[in-house]
């Protein structure tokens, strides 16, 4: 593992490039923040903070990090469930139980291995700590699971995220399987919302259908990679598009986002796709990207050290290699700038102090902590 203690400064400078809207104009003003880089990882993909302000950091090939901030070093935590490693699977994302402090429970989603090539899952430990900067999984329970396998390895997503109800939201993706993701006899291509042991959230739209139809908040996602609450209690998403068509999207109980029936964008061989518009039942994206940005991550920025970004998007892209950050007004939303980090970002999170931490993707993926200059 290299530690490297560098800080770098960037200049939060925007570029002409596509937009989320033809017609929007992007803000021309420059910011600039610093960037210090605390460890670099194996193809990091997630990032999540330790009541002590350490931080859990997942690679991809199945390897749960302990990273000290301070000392810029990174332990193991061993007892990770095994992972289908290949294509875009692995380890995916981590979060703490809510009540983490209390019972050491943590949550992590993958890519798994089975009857017909892999899929997700979701599974919650013990997490005990160790006097050496590492630790050891116990307990490990599967408590959800993707309802098919699918070969390729492609667009599993899996994002964790608690609410202030204490439900786990996962962001499911249709392992390229499209159609799935408007069958409501299958998981794929769906916001999920659950109790905290995976079992189905008594107040979703569908819970009285039963079965995986319980599980279901929202349908009709592709790879929806990001998720957050904003200031209101309110969900946003973004997710991958196929040729064209990133999406930011508010997501509401029960709504059709429409994928694959529509999209704005096109099938990877050229064939088209209608437009969001010509369903107008279905919902539309606030924001949209041709060509597209590759989303990999988000937050609703609720901190102070960035205060003319709170209450704005801050996606971290990965073809868009940096952030893009989007304002939101009411339940509208436009891209307001690009900020480039000359790398594929991929995880994004903010602290309790306001900070912004996003890991790159790929080897030697370095963790980095943003803050102002």
């Not at 994302?93 to 017909?116: F, K, M, R, T, W």
């Amino acid at each position: 593992m290299m530690h490297l203690g560098l800080s770098i400064t960037y200049a939060l400078a925007l570029v002409t490039g596509a937009l989320a809207v033809p017609s929007q104009q992007l803000e021309t003003r420059q910011q600039a923040f610093k960037s210090t880089a605390i460890t670099t990882h194996a193809e990091p993909w997630a990032i999540a903070f330790l009541p002590d302000n350490r931080v859990l950091v997942t690679e991809r090939r199945g390897n749960l990090r302990l990273v000290d901030p301070t000392a810029k070093t990174a332990g193991s935590i061993t007892g990770v469930p095994a992972v289908a490693y290949g294509g875009q699977g692995g380890l995916h994302d981590v979060a703490l139980h809510p009540q983490y402090a209390n019972n050491s429970i943590i949550y992590l989603s993958y890519a798994e291995s089975g009857s017909g090539g892999a899929g997700g899952a979701v599974a919650r430990a013990k997490l005990t700590l160790n006097t050496s900067g590492g630790g050891a999984l116990s307990d490990v329970e599967v408590i959800w699971r993707h309802s098919q396998k699918a070969g390729g390895g492609l667009q599993f997503a899996c994002r964790l995220l608690f609410g202030s109800d204490g439900a786990l939201w996962i962001s499911s993706g249709e392992i390229n399987q499209m159609t799935p993701a408007q069958s409501m006899t299958s998981n794929l291509g769906k916001m999920i919302k659950l109790y905290d042991n995976g079992t189905a959230f008594a107040g979703n739209p569908f819970a009285s259908q039963g079965a995986v139809q319980a599980q279901i908040w929202s349908l009709g996602h592709r790879n929806p990679l990001g998720i957050d609450w904003d200031a209101e209690g309110r969900l946003w998403e973004v997710e991958m598009g196929p040729m064209g068509g990133d999406e930011l999207n508010l997501i509401q109980s029960g709504a059709n986002y429409g994928w694959p029936t529509v999209s704005e964008g096109r099938h990877y061989d050229g064939r088209t796709i209608p437009a969001h518009s010509t369903h107008p039942e279905m919902n539309a994206p606030k924001a949209f990207w041709v060509p597209v940005i590759s989303p990999a991550g988000l937050i609703i920025y609720k901190g102070d050290l960035f205060p003319s970004w709170k209450g704005n998007a801050i996606i971290s892209a990965l073809g868009a290699q940096g952030l893009v950050r989007a304002t939101i007004t009411g339940d509208t939303a436009k891209e307001a700038q690009r900020i480039s980090m000359g790398r594929r970002m991929r995880g994004i999170r903010e602290d309790k102090e306001g900070a912004i931490w996003v890991v790159e993707d790929g080897a030697n993926g370095r963790l980095l902590k943003l803050t102002p200059n």
